[in-house]
């Protein structure tokens, strides 16, 4: 082979794969191919859509009024709700609540959704929605973040743990 080409083959070869040693997360093979990237925004009403097939895919229908309890949590101060992005496709999100805590004398939060859309799994999209609400966790120098999970879901479980969530505690819950 000319030595030219092998040159080509070797830049190439560092230019696409050596990046995602040092950023794995921002890069995804998807289907053989590298594509790039998973961007992190804000959610907004427009994104209600993807939020209630999102929700959909982790609870089933809704109880009551979806729409109406994002647009309130929405113009909540208290309430931040994070998009995954790929290729312009909502294909994640995660939101958070923080609450004044009279014993903590101190504002503590709560990860109360976090869903990837099941053909986007395992390629770090959840990884990079979670250490994003983390960075606005600390920035806001709230004490406590507070996440739940049902006992039996082991994948969500892990993926918490590696990314620094440690006490344990249980919940207990009642349906109206
Ligand atoms: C839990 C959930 C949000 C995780 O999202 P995800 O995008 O699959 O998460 P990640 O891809 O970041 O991490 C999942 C695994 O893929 C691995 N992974 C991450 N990036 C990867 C990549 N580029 N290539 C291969 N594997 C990768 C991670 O190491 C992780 O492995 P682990 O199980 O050993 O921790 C998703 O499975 C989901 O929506 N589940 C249903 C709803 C749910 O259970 N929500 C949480 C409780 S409310």
């Known amino acids: 082979m000319p030595r030219i080409l092998i040159i080509i083959l070797v830049i ?4 696409k794969v050596v990046p995602l040693f040092f950023n794995k997360h921002d890069f995804l093979f998807i289907e053989g191919q590298l594509k790039m990237d998973i961007k992190i925004r804000k ?17 089933g229908s809704s109880v009551g009024d979806r729409e109406e309890m994002f647009r309130k949590a929405l113009e909540n101060k208290d309430y931040l709700c994070l ?3 790929i290729n312009e496709e909502v294909v994640g999100f995660i939101d958070m609540w923080s609450f004044p ?34 960075r606005f966790f600390r920035k806001r120098k709230y004490h406590e973040l507070h996440v ?10 892990r993926l918490y743990k590696r990314l620094g969530f440690r006490k344990e505690q249980l ?6």
């Open 83 to 85: 998009v995954a992005e």
């Open 171 to 176: 919940l207990l819950e009642m349906e109206s």
């Open 43 to 59: 959610a907004d009403l427009g994104d209600f859509n993807q939020i209630d097939s999102l929700s959909e895919e982790l609870l």
């Open 12 to 15: 190439g070869f560092a230019l």
């Open 148 to 157: 739940s999970t049902e006992k039996k879901n082991r994948s969500a479980i």
């Open 101 to 134: 805590d009279v014993s903590h004398g101190a504002y503590l939060a709560q990860i109360q959704n976090l869903v990837v859309t099941e053909k986007m799994r395992g390629k770090g999209v959840g990884t990079r929605l979670i250490e994003e609400m983390i």
